[in-house]
């Protein structure tokens, strides 16, 4: 299983738009993904209503884990995202 901390860097943290593009990006992959704050439950990170039940805000961080092909590259790419604040774009 694949793992990475990220800081959110969304303004508004992840809600909204960035949890929907968030969610999307993650559905995409085709992998089980699933993100929580550390040292807590995390839940489905292609579930809408989990992700923004987080109330992940800005520069928290979040663990990100995967499991299947290619999970080191998905989880790259959905640091990259949340990485970058998703409300400026």
Do not use: C, N
Request: net charge negative; aromatic share 2%; hydrophobic share 50%.
């Amino acid at each position: 299983m694949a793992t990475r901390t990220v800081t959110i860097a969304s303004s508004v943290g992840l809600h909204a738009r960035p949890a929907s593009l968030f969610v999307e990006a993650a559905a995409e992959s085709g992998l089980d993904v699933e993100i929580g704050r550390p040292g807590e439950d995390a839940v489905d990170a292609t579930s809408i209503l989990g992700v923004i039940a987080l109330g992940a805000k800005h520069g928290e961080e979040v663990v990100l884990t995967a499991e299947g092909a290619d999970a080191d590259a998905v989880l790259d790419r959905l640091v990259a995202l949340l990485s970058t604040d998703l409300d400026a774009q």
